[in-house]
Each structure stands twice: as C-alpha cells, then as structure tokens.
T-cell receptor, first 114, second 114 residues
Framework: EPEVTQTPSHQVTQMGQEVILRCVPI?????FYWYRQILGQKVEFLVS????????KSEIFDDQFSVERPDGSNFTLKIRSTKLEDSAMYFC????????????FGEGSRLTVL | DAKTTQPPSMDCAEGRAANLPCNHS???????VYWYRQIHSQGPQYIIH???NNETNEMASLIITEDRKSSTLILPHATLRDTAVYYC???????????????FGGGTRLMVKP
C-alpha cells in the first residue's frame, strides 16, 4: 500500500540553526500538508500546498517557516532559525483530490531543539 | 467548521465493541463527519467519514443520528492494537476547499484492556 514517507525520523539541532524536514507524498496525490504536534498537545495545522503554492497557512506558520516542492516528488518544510518551542513532531500529509478530507499522514519527524 | 465534543477517555475490554461518541450540535448541512485515530505518537490515520447515512468499512462503522447533531464510531471487536486517541472532526466538503485543513481537537483516548 502506498504511503507517505518522512525523513529524518528524529533530528536534534541547536537553537538558531536551520532545519529541513523532508516528505515524499503518495505519488498521484496533489495536495500536501504539514502539521505539528508538541508533546502532549493537539495536532496543529501548519500549511497546505497545491499547484506549487501555499493554499492556506496557520498563525504558527510565520516567516521562519517555508515549504517547497523542489523536484516534483519531495515536499519540504524549512525552519530558518529554530527556537526551543519548535521542538515537536512534524507530520506531512497528502491527499489525491480536493473534495475529500481523507488525508494520508506520514510517521512524522521528531525535532528536538536544544 | 463546526466544533466537536468528545469524552477525554474511555476503556473497552478486548474483543468487545468500542462505541466512541461525538457531539457536533452546530453541524451544518454541507459538513461531513470524519474520524481519525493516532496510535501512540504515530501520524493520524483516517478511519471513516459520512454525511448523514451510516457508513461501514473494514475498520469501523459510523452511526450518525437523524438530526446529525451527534455520531458514534463503532469498533466491532476491539483489540489491544486499537488503543489510540480517536478524533472526531467536522469538515466542509466541496470544490474550492483544497486547502481546507482538518482541525484536530483533544479526541478520546481509548484504552483497550485484556
């Protein structure tokens, strides 16, 4: 069964460093998402992406965050200058069509900022 | 999207049916009810969704009341592997909401016990 894959599974970084989290969505999917979950808290929406541009973003997704799909397969989330409060699980998700709420999530990338 | 209310936790005996309730009293006519679950810290997993008719798939059944103000997710024969947080989400469907993200609440933590 096709799945969304994410790398790395765990990254430890120093505060202020740049981090790139990578995702390979399911191959025929067109809509892509990043969510995050701080330990013990809710799953929070960050950003949605379609047709090579951001469709929607939350207040969390400030100027420190960016997304891109550089090569038609990978979908990346970049955090320019990490803060302690960026420590969380980051989940990538994708879906095939607009008219569905059935998202396929990856297993997540755990980011620890020291 | 309409708000949902779920009990924070429930227990279920292994092999018995798990019935997880959700209230969505402000749901509007074009909003679907979606259920996801999150096992430990893995990515959320889609279970089932419906508009007004009851739905069944290989994972679960979804019973939506006639007034659509509440629903119940039924896991017919719960196993230990069904221990997870279950999220009830109400979402508008339709063309033009490609970026319409899912909003996760606190969910119900289901503990399946031997």
């Amino acid at each position: 069964e096709p799945e969304v894959t994410q790398t790395p599974s765990h990254q430890v970084t120093q505060m202020g460093q740049e981090v790139i989290l990578r995702c390979v969505p399911i191959s025929n999917h067109l809509y892509f998402y990043w969510y995050r979950q701080i330990l013990g808290q809710k799953v929070e929406f960050l950003v949605s992406f379609y047709n090579n541009e951001i469709s929607e973003k939350s207040e969390i997704f400030d100027d420190q965050f960016s997304v891109e799909r550089p090569d038609g397969s990978n979908f990346t989330l970049k955090i320019r200058s990490t803060k302690l409060e960026d420590s969380a699980m980051y989940f990538c998700a994708s879906k095939r069509t607009a008219n569905t709420g059935e998202l396929f999530f990856g297993e997540g990338s755990r980011l620890t900022v020291l | 999207d309409a708000k949902t209310t779920q009990p924070p936790s429930m227990d279920c005996a292994e092999g018995r049916a798990a019935n997880l309730p959700c209230n969505h009293s402000t749901i509007s006519g074009n909003e679907y009810v979606y259920w996801y679950r999150q096992i430990h810290s893995q990515g959320p997993q889609y279970i089932i969704h419906g508009l007004k008719n009851n739905e069944t798939n290989e994972m679960a059944s979804l019973i939506i009341t006639e007034d659509r103000k509440s629903s119940t997710l039924i896991l017919p024969h719960a196993t230990l592997r069904d221990t997870a947080v279950y999220y009830c989400i109400v979402r508008v469907e339709g063309v033009g909401n490609a970026g319409n993200m899912l909003t996760f609440g606190g969910g119900t933590r289901l503990m399946v016990k031997p």
